[in-house]
T-cell receptor
C-alpha cells in the first residue's frame, strides 16, 4: 500500500484566518514533504521532514508553519495568507531519508485545493 | 545547475497510436529519475523509478527507459484513459532529498 491521505480536500479561507492542512501515511516512511503547485506548473518543494526533524525549508514565508508530531503525521499551519497563496498543496512521503541511495521514491497524496479570499 | 526539460509540451494522439515522451536532464550524480502521471486537480501518481543508464521498466501500456542524458516514456496503443500530464523528476546525489521537476507533457488521447 502506497497511500498518503490529506485533509481537507478543499479549503476556502480569508486572509485573517488560521487553518491547518493534515497529511498522514502509514507506510513507515521516514521522510515527508510539503509541495505547492500552481495551475499548469510542476510541484514546488516547500519543506522536508526527515526522521521527524525539519531538514529543508525552501525559504518559505513564515505564514506557512510546518509541524511533524510523529512519524506518520505532517501538518501545515496557515496564517495570514495572501490570495497568491491559492494553490494545490501536496504532501508526499518516501521510505528513506537523506543520504539514502534507495527507497527514495516519493509518493504523493491527493492534495488540498486552497483558495484564499 | 540541475535541469529537467520535457518534450513535447503537449501531445495529441489517436487511440492506438503509439508514441514517446522525452525527458532530458542535467544533474550532478543522478540518484533516481522518476515518472509520475497527474490528472487535473489531483496529486501526482507514481509510475516508475529508474536509477542507472540502460534500465527499463514496464507497466501495462507504459515503458520507461533511461540513458545518461535522457529518459523516454513509451506509450503503446494508448487509450483515452491515458490522457493526463506526465511529469519527470530527478534526484541528485550528495544526500539531497529534493526533486527537480520538468514542466510536464500534457497527453490527450482521442477515441
Amino acid at each position: 500500500d502506497t497511500e498518503v491521505t490529506q485533509t481537507p480536500k478543499h479549503l476556502v479561507m480569508g486572509m485573517t484566518n488560521k487553518k491547518s492542512l493534515k497529511c498522514e501515511q502509514h507506510m513507515g516512511h521516514r521522510a515527508m514533504y510539503w509541495y505547492k503547485q500552481k495551475a499548469k506548473k510542476p510541484p514546488e518543494l516547500m519543506f522536508v521532514y526527515s526522521y521527524e526533524k525539519l531538514s529543508i525549508n525552501e525559504s518559505v514565508p513564515s505564514r506557512f508553519s510546518p509541524e511533524c508530531p510523529n512519524s506518520s503525521l505532517l501538518n501545515l499551519h496557515l496564517h495570514a495568507l495572501q490570495p497568491e497563496d491559492s494553490a494545490l498543496y501536496l504532501c508526499a512521503s518516501s521510505q528513506a531519508a537523506a543520504g539514502a541511495s534507495g527507497g527514495v521514491t516519493q509518493y504523493f497524496g491527493p492534495g488540498t485545493r486552497l483558495l484564499v479570499l | 545547475e540541475d535541469q529537467v526539460t520535457q518534450s513535447p509540451e503537449a501531445l495529441r494522439l489517436q487511440e492506438g497510436e503509439s508514441s514517446s515522451l522525452n525527458c532530458s536532464y542535467t544533474v550532478s550524480g543522478l540518484r533516481g529519475l522518476f515518472w509520475y502521471r497527474q490528472d487535473p486537480g489531483k496529486g501526482p501518481e507514481f509510475l516508475f523509478t529508474l536509477y542507472s543508464a540502460g534500465e527499463e521498466k514496464e507497466k501495462e501500456r507504459l515503458k520507461a527507459t533511461l540513458t545518461k542524458k535522457e529518459s523516454f516514456l513509451h506509450i503503446t496503443a494508448p487509450k483515452p484513459e491515458d490522457s493526463a500530464t506526465y511529469l519527470c523528476a530527478v534526484r541528485r546525489g550528495g544526500g539531497s532529498e529534493k526533486l527537480v521537476f520538468g514542466k510536464g507533457t500534457k497527453l490527450t488521447v482521442n477515441p
